[in-house]
């Protein structure tokens, strides 16, 4: 593991009806938390909400303005009816950054078919680098590794930091 970068400050977001009214226990903020202590991301805030989009944006937003630099959601990236976390997203963000999603599909593909049915995504939010992951904790574990070689650059961007590429 390399050095924790100063740059990463996390959020957490589990968007699911159930686990935000208590039905079933959040399995997915718990496992991204363990990753970021892994990766000595300091984790921030973190929330439950419903599949709403108004209380994901307010959750991203609130996350931003509090001094969150990496905001990762994970839930309502499906196709089902209730899975509207990319519209949040899309609602509020300056950005969209393709790519991410692209890679998250892709790695994932490998792993299991349905990965064709994620609308995984990354956008710049404010100064913060928001990623919609998976709902389910493995498949967002997974998610975020695929990806995590090019989240410090990214977040810097996102944060306007002076970089040197």
Same mark, same amino acid.
């Given at each position: 593991?390399? =050095?924790? !970068?100063?740059? *990463?400050? =996390?959020?957490? *977001? /589990? #968007?699911? !009806?159930?686990?935000?009214?208590?039905?079933?226990? !959040?399995?997915?903020?718990?496992?991204?938390?363990?990753? %970021?202590?892994?990766?000595?991301? &300091? #984790?921030? =805030?973190?929330?439950?909400? &419903?599949?709403?989009?108004?209380?994901?944006?307010?959750?991203?937003?609130?996350?931003? /303005?509090?001094? %969150?630099?990496? *905001?990762?959601?994970?839930?309502?990236?499906?196709?089902?009816?209730? !899975?509207?976390?990319?519209?949040?997203?899309?609602?509020?963000?300056?950005?969209?950054? &393709?790519?991410?999603?692209?890679?998250?599909?892709?790695?994932? $593909?490998?792993?299991?078919?349905?990965?064709? $049915?994620?609308?995984?995504?990354?956008?710049? #939010?404010?100064?913060? $680098?928001?990623?919609?992951? &998976?709902?389910?904790?493995?498949?967002?574990?997974? %998610? $975020?590794?695929? #990806?995590?070689?090019?989240?410090?650059?990214?977040?810097?961007?996102?944060?306007?930091?002076? /970089?040197? %590429?």
């Amino acid at each position: 593991m390399t =050095a924790p !970068d100063p740059a *990463i400050r =996390a959020g957490i *977001i /589990t #968007v699911s !009806d159930r686990a935000s009214t208590g039905e079933y226990d !959040d399995l997915g903020g718990p496992a991204l938390r363990a990753e %970021c202590a892994r990766r000595g991301w &300091p #984790v921030l =805030a973190e929330a439950v909400v &419903p599949d709403e989009i108004e209380r994901i944006c307010e959750a991203i937003q609130s996350f931003e /303005t509090q001094g %969150c630099s990496l *905001i990762l959601t994970t839930g309502g990236t499906g196709i089902a009816p209730r !899975d509207v976390t990319p519209e949040a997203i899309r609602g509020v963000m300056r950005i969209e950054v &393709p790519g991410f999603g692209e890679a998250m599909r892709m790695e994932s $593909l490998r792993l299991t078919p349905n990965a064709i $049915l994620s609308r995984s995504l990354a956008a710049v #939010v404010g100064r913060a $680098l928001v990623l919609a992951l &998976p709902g389910k904790p493995q498949g967002a574990v997974e %998610c $975020l590794g695929f #990806v995590e070689g090019a989240l410090p650059h990214a977040v810097k961007l996102a944060q306007r930091v002076p /970089t040197s %590429c």
